[in-house]
């Protein structure tokens, strides 16, 4: 066992061979509540381990091989892990295999690895056992299958029967489980130990939330067994020396990520000087918040803007467009020579800010970074050092119950998001001018609750109650009119017909470049031989609509328009410079609150509504074995991507697949909670922000495992995604945040745009498809673009992904082009 000077200790330590999976901090979870032991997670390609492994080991009780994408013989796939097989004497050690791990078990031992005829992905079964070894007792067990890949013993190919005794082509593993249940690909190789070492594996995934709680006891017996190995071969585990502690990389159990760990190169003197120039717009003393709440009757938010004269100014509104899951409409107000701009370019990791001087005048401030890792100490510190809760004298109490009190507010690209898992972003990124991150920093806003008919006015500004009390007036008045605005010249009705007017006219004349049916069914099939291969096992696969216009577009009466035609309970207005976004996301990515309760809300499983489509049909639909696979495996990487900072124990599934419905669709939502820890909000631990980089992109719009699945989708769609499939909100001064994810959304930015395209025509949805190659260019600040796609999994038909794409991108243009 190595000879390494070290002595015995009496806590459990597990060591975790990660292979690059997006369900694994849920597997550190599991063995952390089963076996109360310590776990430390390692890569399967970690040049340390591979080069110690064998005095590393001597740490630990025993090693979990994780589950992963890829091929067990493909050495680039499994690391170091096959040396952990091939272990021999006093230098094995216990070792459970999972999925990717459980095959490269049996790889070595004699079995081959085949291709299912179709994968199992998000499947559920119940499996036939022994009833033996670690499947002891396991009566009720059902579980979670993520594989395209088989494990053969080489057995009676011709009856296809399951057996209980060694293969002669594999004397070395005993087969300890099957499932029967698939007509398609007959038995599955589910469980299997190694006849004389203590090596175990498993094809199924005992962590998914699908799997039965057998999955923990299968572990405890599992555990049970290895420390019975350890104890008949008077096998000790070592303590941990202080330089192994050092050395090894520290994993979502050992360290939670936060700040303490990452801020350091992030705050030198330039960034430094950021935070410090955020600060002093809110004055020299302590920061305070000034607000006013009180009750009126309904008032539209975009009423609002237009009564306070931001209809053409910048301005940002997130709106939850009188939907009945929406609670909380907000307008930040972006005020010249007030407001700071913040955003950075991971094409050249550039962060730029703007300097406001004593004067009122601006100038742009660039910082070069090493990687977008340290951007978010440098918006978190702005946001603490805004924070009105820090004053030394509370004057009066804080509004507890509106959501926000002023801080960031914009969005963050899908391309940021590659970034923090360090995956390259197509090369066509380089070459936009749209910001990856882009924010400002809002002093003045307003917060409508739609729920208790309550609406405060705020400000971070000091010395702005004449601007509150006066807001305040013009809305009152407005409310107790009825909204009905009094300007001469020019009644609602009037306004209401010019702004229809002006984008009939405009969008009459527009160019639409839509997605062809044949190429994205090739890309659905290329996804599929993805799938089928093992590399994924969901991909979520997204194209592109662009709206070439002519002459400009009013971009405020386009939103109304899709807030009229397509409500849904997280849109969304953005005005910055030549950066525009008109969105009506049903999905909420990831919100928190000032007292750390996180929340996600993805969404998988979309149908259309239709005079036929009852909701009766919707449900059987959505209630398919393929629509819930989908949610299921988003469910299962969401949870680990929040465990990874709050821990598997203070994670949750509030709502498991259920359906919702929206004004144009019936989708399938879950949501998945968890709870940062109080004393590290107080003490500089994790926090919400940790949460969002660590989830980032969103998984909804990615697939399992994300960043394999990713490096393939950027292979496929062949272009950067930008603000579509990220996501947008706001951060606050006083430690809440919520952010959407970008669907249903149009954005124009200022790239310029050369495509295939024609004029619009006459069809059921007044959008014709490209039937020439003529080439056109147009100004960038006139090109739309509208995101849409689907996740691909091994269930889906080419056909009915093109349909389901189809409906999420008519849910927008349909919107924008109707006549109403």
Known sequence: MGTMDAKPDESRRILFVDAFDSFSNNIVGILKECLEAEVILVHMNDELVHRDLLDILTLFDAVVVGPGPGHPANPSDVGFINKLWALHGTDMIPVLGICLGFQSLCLLYGAHIKRLQ???????????????????????????QYHSLHVDLLGDEETRNVFWDCSKACPELLPLAWDTSDGINGPILMGARHVSKPLWGVQFHPESICTSTDGKRLISNWWSHAQAWSSDQRRVRMKMPSWSQASLPPGPSRIVPGFAEQGGSARDPSCAHFVHQVRSTIGEKDASLQWEKYSTVPVSPTTIIEELGYRNNDVVLLDSQGHSSGRFSIIGFVLPRKTIKIAYRVSDRMLRYELIGK??????????????????????????????????????????????WGGLMGYISYEAGLETIDVEPHRSRASSDLPDINFVFIHRSIVVDHKEGELYVQSLLPNDHDWIMKTR??????????????????????????????????????????????????????????????????????????????????????????????????????????????GSSPERFLSWTRDGKCQFRPIKGTVKKSADMTREKAHAILESSKERAENLMIVDLIRHDLSGVVGARNTWVSKLMVVEEYEKVYQLVSVVEGQLPSPALEQGGPRGIDVLKASLPPGSMTGAPKKRSCQILANIEQRPRGVYSGVLGYMDVGGAGDF?????????????????????????????????????????????????????????????????????????????????
């Open 118 to 144: 179709q994968a199992r992905h998000g499947i559920i079964s119940r499996p036939c056992h022994s009833n033996a070894d670690i499947f002891a007792g396991l009566i009720n067990l059902e579980t979670t």
């Open 359 to 404: 004067q009122g005048a601006t100038q742009e401030a660039a910082i070069q970074l090493d990687s977008i890792d340290q951007v978010w100490p440098m918006l978190q510190d702005a946001l603490v050092a805004c924070d009105p809760r820090k004053q030394r004298l509370h004057c009066r109490s804080l509004p507890e119950d509106s959501p926000f």
């Open 473 to 582: 007036s013009i809305i009152e008045t407005l409310a107790t009119q009825g909204e009905i605005r009094k300007r001469p010249n020019l009644t609602p009705a009037m306004a209401k017909s010019s702004e229809t007017g002006n984008l009939v006219k405009v969008l009459a004349t527009a160019k639409v470049t839509r997605p062809t049916e044949t190429s994205y069914r090739n890309k659905v099939l290329k996804c599929q031989d993805y799938l089928a291969a093992g590399d994924s096992y969901e991909l979520c696969l997204t194209d592109e609509t662009t709206i070439h216009l002519d002459s400009a577009l009013d971009e405020w009466a386009l939103y109304k328009r899709l807030r009229k035609n397509n409500p849904a309970p997280f849109g969304a207005f953005l005005r910055f410079s030549d950066t525009v976004i008109v």
């Open 740 to 820: 959407s994810v970008v669907i249903r959304t149009a954005v124009r930015a200022g790239a310029v745009a050369d495509s295939q395209s024609l004029h619009m025509g006459d069809s059921h949805d007044n959008i014709s498809r490209p039937t020439n190659d003529d080439k056109q260019s147009f100004s960038g600040s006139n090109v739309w673009r509208v995101g849409a796609g689907g996740a691909v999994t091994i269930q889906s038909s080419d056909e009915g992904e093109f349909m389901e794409m189809e409906v999420k991108a008519a849910s927008v243009l349909g919107a924008l082009f109707s006549q109403k």
